[in-house]
């Protein structure tokens, strides 16, 4: 059944933990009402742009004085967290918390935009792109180590993926470039599978290996051939593609369906790898293996079957994730240019609870913070520039180690199965 | 576990190193000058690039012989270095602000060996081998800032850098300086995305390396209103430029080297490019070095004036903004307009 597997939902809030969360949100509410909405003029502006650049539905900018906007959202605060103190959520306390978190951010930003304009649409649309790599490269990760096998050159598959296909895609075109990322992320993750399944290899030095081996072998053939001769690295990109209908929904549009191939394909293995791990046999078996392989063996699963078949499918995974770098984001192979999001995705993986939708959600989350994190920069916070880039995963941190709690990994996870 | 699958794990192991960083070639001619590139790689299409350009010239026309190590990452330096070292290299070019220390190092242990150093003083005190290659790229920015707030049609001009370090800001102060000198000029108002000289904080994508940055952080720009561009991260602005070529409807700054040479897929959304003639630089130093006049312990500074600086495809704009750019060219030299803070 799917409950085993989800993570678990806290069931009794402790007394502790009831007054720890009134606690917060009332300090929320007073941040809000106190040093953000104490700090502007009386008159100041918000302005929320709804509409991200570039895309043809219009919708009419959010504007409101920011003060007394502030004020209703501090009230707001402190009314939940007086309720919490007083009479307690109970089983919704995270429903509130995640109201109180949705608020504080929504009270950030129209402070930090008081007195001049945002464009929301365009951050959360923003949101969702840059959640891409990295939730591909967590389903990648989730794949093996749900089958026991860890693999940690996610990020190097991606590379080769990357490369292959801005290689293939120049000299054919763009499916077949896909294609060949996809094998040669595959055939990396065959080495692996040898390596850790039949020889039994530590699996973190095995893939650490094939990490340098990819970062070396990417940069060597880029340097040689791909940054000379251009034609060798111009696959172009796949297009955006608006969904008739959908596409036309404003800030959820283009939020959601004005996208191209890996943005829905991201959409697409999230409800796929969520009904096929947790809701077929296919699913059972692999995760058996990942849990308890000598049952599963006892039972007649073939572990080393199995096993070999979730690796090549992650890196089947991690080879698609790596094609958007090139295929589906710039157009061209430039070394190391995946710049650790494949180990950003192995932290979504972990943060997910090796869940694809919590997976999904992490790599949201991670997606949102980069995406605030720039128009920060933008807006002219006078904060460090240091100090914004490292905030958003700082704050993701102290969100998922709140709310998330302990995680579930697989219990046979990056053991290597001996058969007796 | 067998040891033969050892052996293949080492070689494997081995063939990655080797592979990650080789590289050189060229006519031996007695004269070796070797570069150790930062980063970014020396096909980045800029800044290690245009260097590079520089030893290139002098192996075609002076006849002597080039070699390069490629720095995967920061622990690199002091590797490549050494390396060098051993090689017995007449002058070590080493590209790039965060290379400055472990050159200065080396500098100051080996006083036999000659060292150059792009974007990185010698001082403090100075080393008597070493001579720091600093450009006033704040002029040629500033260039770059008139023109773009003379184009834009928003009122909104963008930029973002790599990493906070001086020679990364430099461009942006002189293109926050730029836009304001025009915005005094025609009245106009203007406004500088990414940058604010006054607290030195701004837009940087915190790398130099994520061109996946450098395509976000150009539609964040955008979806901002800005219709110019200018990134000073290396290969992460080819990123920018994909994302601005998909939106259209807006344009480009190159930086370092002139984009429209360097990718000339981009030709139609590139408005200039902010030229840092580092190739002159280095050439000159190597050149100085076969002449007997390598003017150790100085420092080299690239101007409008000695042409280290530039800005790109100034011939190719309207005569009113030749004449423009010249005045404030020649008001540059003279002193009178402030180009950084």
């Known amino acids: 059944m799917a409950a085993t597997a989800m993570p678990k939902h806290i069931d009794y809030i402790s007394p502790a933990r009831q007054r720890g969360m009134g606690i917060t949100f009332l300090l929320i509410g007073l941040l809000i009402g106190v040093f953000f909405a104490g700090s502007i003029g009386d008159g100041s502006m918000t302005t929320f742009v709804m509409t991200p650049g570039g895309s043809a539905t219009v919708l009419a900018d959010l504007v409101f004085t920011t003060r007394p906007a502030l004020n209703i959202l501090a009230t707001i605060c402190l009314g939940l967290g007086a309720f919490q103190l007083i009479r307690g959520f109970g089983r919704r306390t995270n429903l509130a918390l995640s109201l109180v978190a949705a608020l504080l951010i929504f009270g950030f930003l129209s402070w930090i935009a008081s007195g001049g304009s945002l464009n929301l649409a365009g951050l959360l649309r923003s949101m969702v792109v840059r959640a891409v790599p990295i939730a591909l490269g967590a389903f990648a990760a989730m794949l093996n180590e749900r089958a026991g096998v860890v693999n940690i050159a996610i990020e190097g598959m991606m590379l080769m993926g990357a490369m292959v296909g801005a290689l293939v895609g120049s000299v054919s075109n763009l499916w077949l470039g896909l294609l060949a990322a996809v094998i040669s992320g595959a055939l990396m993750a065959l080495i692996h599978g040898i390596l850790s399944i039949r020889y039994k290899t530590d699996q973190i030095i095995s893939s650490t290996m094939l990490l340098i081996f990819a970062t070396g072998m990417t940069s060597f053939i880029s340097a040689r051939f791909m940054q000379k001769y251009q034609y060798l690295n111009n696959p172009g990109i796949f297009k955006t593609w608006a969904i008739p209908g959908l596409s036309k929904i404003p800030v959820i549009g283009p939020m959601f369906f004005e996208h191209n191939l890996f943005t829905y394909a991201m959409f697409f293995f999230v409800i796929v790898l969520h009904v096929a791990l947790f809701y077929t046999r296919w699913g059972l078996r692999l995760r058996s293996v990942g849990e308890h392989p000598k049952a599963a063996d006892t039972l007649g699963i073939n572990v080393f079957r199995t096993r070999y078949m979730a690796v090549i499918l992650s890196g089947m995974m991690a080879g698609f994730a790596g094609a958007y770098f090139t295929l589906g984001s710039v157009g061209r192979f430039d070394e190391v240019m995946t710049a650790g999001r494949g180990f950003i995705g192995l932290a979504a993986m972990i943060f997910g609870n090796w869940t694809p939708v919590g997976s999904f959600g992490a790599a949201v989350l991670f997606g949102f913070a980069d995406s605030l994190s720039a128009k920060l920069g933008i807006l002219g916070v006078s904060l460090p520039s240091e100090f914004l880039l490292m905030a958003p995963y700082l704050a993701t941190m102290i969100v998922l180690a709140g709310v998330v709690g302990r995680g579930n990994m697989p219990a046979a996870d990056g053991k290597p199965y001996e058969k007796e | ?341």
């Open chain 2, 1 to 341: 576990m067998s040891k033969k699958l050892y052996s293949v794990l080492a070689l494997l192991l081995v063939s990655a190193f080797v592979l990650a960083a080789c590289g050189g070639g060229g006519a031996a001619g007695g004269y070796k000058a070797c570069q150790v590139t930062d980063v970014g790689g020396i096909d980045d299409k800029t800044f290690n690039a245009t260097a590079w350009k520089g030893v290139e010239d002098a192996v075609s026309t002076l006849g002597i012989e080039g070699k390069f190590l490629e720095s995967q990452q920061q622990t690199d330096y002091e590797t490549n270095i050494n390396a060098f070292l051993e090689e017995g290299c007449d002058i070590i070019v080493t590209v790039g602000f965060l290379l400055g220390d472990a050159t200065y190092a080396a500098a100051d242990a080996n006083p036999d060996q000659l060292f150059t150093i792009v974007d990185f003083p010698n001082s403090d005190p100075a080393k008597a081998n070493l001579v720091g290659l600093l450009f006033s790229t704040d002029q040629a920015a500033f260039l770059a800032g008139y023109v773009a707030a003379a184009t834009t049609q928003t009122g909104k001009v963008g930029t973002f850098g790599g990493i906070n370090i001086p020679p990364v800001t430099v461009f942006m102060d002189g293109f926050w300086y730029g836009v304001q000198y025009y915005n005094q000029q025609n009245g106009t108002a203007v406004e500088v995305l990414g940058w604010n000289p006054a607290t030195q904080e701004g837009l940087f994508t915190g790398n130099f390396e994520s061109t996946d940055d450098g395509r976000a952080f150009a539609e964040s720009l955008m979806d901002e209103g800005a219709d110019i561009i200018m990134p000073v991260a290396g290969p992460v602005g080819l990123g920018s430029a994909a994302a601005i070529q998909e939106r259209g409807n807006a344009w480009i700054i190159g930086v370092d080297t002139d984009m429209s040479v360097s990718a000339p897929e981009y030709a139609d959304i590139i408005l200039t490019s902010v030229l840092k003639n580092m190739d002159v630089a280095v050439y000159s130093m190597i050149e100085a070095d076969l002449n007997g006049t390598f003017p150790g312990g100085t420092n080299f500074i690239g101007t409008l004036v000695n042409n280290g600086v530039g800005l790109a495809g100034i011939d190719g704009m309207s005569a009113d903004m030749q004449a423009e750019l010249q005045a404030i060219i020649d008001g540059i030299n003279a002193g009178t307009i402030q180009t950084a803070p």
